[in-house]
């Protein structure tokens, strides 16, 4: 069953095999406060505005709306997308608060060492809970449920969607709420939980999973 998935889902997954490796490949040649640094050179008007929008593709309350939302297209689809949401959330929150709970926020870190750092209008500088990055992880599961379900074999589609979760993660470094490290984790969370969790919805064969909320209401209101 996974094994089918490795090949259906082979753009976004050789995708995301490139942008690990190249990040870790980043990450041995300078540390997490060099790349902090050169991102943060990099700001522009437009890119401020677009990151801080965009960034609210990884943030659970909307995934969580659109995942029900989705329920009126495809039950399975809601099911799955909100169910792997919430697991692979859990798996972060717990990662931030209990296993790398001294891990900050580029904002307390850069403050310590004397640094600044960009802060984008309307967006707080944290200092708390960095590892792993929240967001990415919630982004990645999401992107990647959606990649599955609504992309299939389309190599196009799933790039896209692999873009628009990589662009939320690079959203949390821009906007410095993360560093390169904690988004690089979160990504391998989010992905990890979704083929965790994939056997489970793409297992059940009941035909009401398959169908639009709306049409069962209403059928059963005949």
């Known amino acids: 069953m996974l094994t089918e998935l490795l090949k259906k889902q082979k753009a976004f997954l050789t ?6 490796v190249l990040s870790v490949i980043l990450l041995l040649l300078a ?6 640094q050169f991102f943060d050179a990099r700001h522009s008007l ?5 990151f801080k929008y965009f960034t609210w593709f990884g943030d659970g309350l909307l995934i969580a709306i659109l995942s029900i939302l989705f329920a009126f297209y495809r039950i399975r689809l809601a099911l799955f997308s909100l169910t792997t949401y919430l697991v692979s959330g859990l798996f972060a929150q717990l990662l931030k608060r209990f296993v790398f709970d001294d891990v900050n926020r580029p904002g307390y870190v850069f403050d310590q060492i ?3 750092l960009t ?7 944290k200092s708390y809970h960095s590892f792993p990055s929240g967001h990415t992880t919630s982004a990645f599961a999401f992107f990647f449920v959606l990649s599955i379900m609504l992309a299939g074999k389309n190599q196009w589609g799933q790039l896209l969607f692999f873009a628009a979760a990589f662009l939320v993660g690079f959203s949390r470094v821009y906007l410095n ?9 979160g990504s391998l969370l989010g992905v990890l939980t979704t083929f965790l969790m994939y056997p489970l919805f793409s297992g059940f064969k009941a035909q009401w999973l398959d169908k639009p909320l709306g049409s069962i ?3 059963k209101k005949r």
């Open 31 to 36: 540390d997490k406060i060099y790349w902090q």
């Open 15 to 20: 995708a995301f095999v490139i942008w690990i």
């Open 217 to 219: 209401i209403f059928s």
């Open 46 to 50: 437009t890119f401020d505005y677009f």
């Open 114 to 116: 004397n640094l600044e």
């Open 119 to 125: 802060q984008v209008l309307n967006v707080g500088l």
């Open 177 to 185: 709420l993360h560093f390169v490290n904690d988004v690089v984790m």
